[in-house]
């Protein structure tokens, strides 16, 4: 239960990430900064996959480039 709580935040913090960058404007490195963190502790954690986590982070950088 205690691990499902810990996973469930890191899902959301993730989600809000992302939904962060989608709302950003071109250019915005705090932004991306952010997306990656929180990507990279996810994957860090197990809560996604490494390719994944690549996908992610390069579907990040095209939509801020």
């Known amino acids: ?3 499902k709580v810990f996973n469930d935040a890191r899902k959301d913090a ?19 900064a952010a997306a990656y963190q929180a990507i990279d502790k996810a994957q ?5 996959k490494k390719n994944t986590a690549a996908r992610r982070k390069a579907k990040v950088a095209r939509m801020l480039a």
């Open 1 to 3: 239960m205690r691990r």
């Open 14 to 32: 993730l989600r809000g990430a992302l939904k962060a960058v989608r709302t950003a404007k071109k250019g915005d490195a705090a932004a991306l």
């Open 44 to 48: 860090k954690r197990g809560i996604i």
